[in-house]
């Protein structure tokens, strides 16, 4: 399954300055752990990102791809299994539609 999350999906999203942030969860990942996925992950990344963008930042308290979309230009965080991020995305997505 891949999901968006952050200010993308919860509605705070500025065209001008803000990334996508996409999810991608792999329910059957026992025998990974999130780098591992990540880079798995990169192989088809690469197909899609702008040359020379792709960039992997393991420091993250989620290990993260990020890249610019070839055709669009839109700058994307992509990680594996962050679901704290979609849920606190839901989280905020609610709040603002309450008032």
């Not at 752990?33 to 993250?60: D, E, F, R, W």
Request: net charge neutral.
């Amino acid at each position: 399954m891949i999901s968006g999350f952050g200010s993308c999906h919860n509605g705070s999203w500025n065209t001008e300055k803000s990334d996508i942030d996409v999810t991608a969860v792999f329910f059957d990942s026992l025998t990974h752990n999130h780098h591992q996925l990540i880079k798995m992950c990169s192989k088809i990344i690469a197909k899609v990102a702008k040359k020379g963008t792709l960039t992997y930042v393991p420091a993250s308290r989620v290990p993260i791809l990020k890249f610019y979309e070839d055709i669009s230009g839109i700058q994307v965080d992509f990680n594996v299994n962050n679901l704290l991020g979609i849920t606190n995305s839901n989280l905020i997505f609610t709040y603002t539609q309450v008032d």
